[in-house]
């Protein structure tokens, strides 16, 4: 099944000259969410986590989903103030300005394995930062995993452990 024809493209979202990934079309189509999570489970199983990670928000969708195919917990990395109790957090540089991340402190054990997971690989800051942020809580980060990767912006790059993608768009 060829994923790409159930992920729309919307041009000019959220501002001119920006295409939009929608994976909401690949979500409401269930054989195509469930081959493409079928996918992703596969192409993560190698790494042997002990855990996903989720960034918020639309990681949720596939790390979520994933943990329970693999017999896995899941963990959220959220926007600031969005956890209760104790948390970690990490501020990272975005085209313009900073953001921040969370998880809560006592959500990974020292030496568990995190694959960590979003929609989206574009530039690469977000999935960078928690890469940083769950070795900060203590976990080991064997590997990163996005539905969607656009190659052209280089994202890629910004990891220092391997990335599976089950999807890449040049341009």
Same mark, same amino acid.
């Given at each position: 099944?060829?994923?790409?024809?159930?992920?729309?493209?919307?041009?000019?979202?959220?501002?001119?000259?920006?295409?939009?990934?929608?994976?909401?079309?690949?979500?409401?189509?269930?054989?195509?969410?469930?081959?493409?999570?079928?996918?992703?489970?596969?192409?993560?199983?190698?790494?042997?986590? %002990? /855990?996903? #990670? $989720? +960034? =918020?928000?639309?990681?949720?969708?596939? &790390?979520?989903?994933? *943990?329970?195919?693999?017999?896995?917990?899941?963990?959220?990395?959220?926007?600031?103030?969005?956890?209760?109790?104790?948390?970690?957090?990490?501020?990272?540089?975005?085209?313009?300005?900073?953001?921040?991340?969370?998880?809560?402190?006592?959500?990974?054990?020292?030496?568990?394995?995190?694959?960590?997971?979003?929609?989206?690989?574009?530039?690469?800051? %977000? /999935?960078? #930062? $928690? +890469? =940083?942020?769950?070795?900060?809580?203590? &976990?080991?980060?064997? *590997?990163?995993?996005?539905?969607?990767?656009?190659?052209?912006?280089?994202?890629?790059?910004?990891?220092?452990?391997?990335?599976?993608?089950?999807?890449?768009?040049?341009?």
């Amino acid at each position: 099944m060829d994923l790409r024809q159930h992920i729309r493209g919307v041009p000019d979202f959220p501002k001119p000259g920006i295409l939009f990934y929608d994976i909401s079309t690949l979500l409401r189509h269930g054989p195509a969410w469930h081959e493409a999570v079928a996918r992703m489970a596969e192409a993560i199983r190698p790494h042997a986590p %002990t /855990m996903l #990670a $989720g +960034i =918020e928000s639309r990681g949720f969708l596939l &790390a979520a989903p994933l *943990a329970l195919q693999l017999g896995l917990g899941f963990v959220m990395l959220r926007k600031r103030g969005k956890l209760p109790g104790a948390t970690i957090g990490l501020d990272y540089a975005l085209e313009y300005g900073t953001d921040r991340i969370e998880i809560q402190a006592d959500a990974v054990r020292p030496g568990e394995r995190v694959v960590i997971l979003d929609d989206l690989l574009a530039t690469g800051g %977000t /999935m960078a #930062a $928690g +890469i =940083e942020l769950l070795r900060k809580a203590g &976990a080991e980060v064997p *590997a990163a995993a996005a539905l969607i990767e656009l190659t052209f912006l280089k994202g890629r790059e910004r990891l220092d452990v391997p990335c599976e993608v089950l999807v890449s768009y040049d341009s």
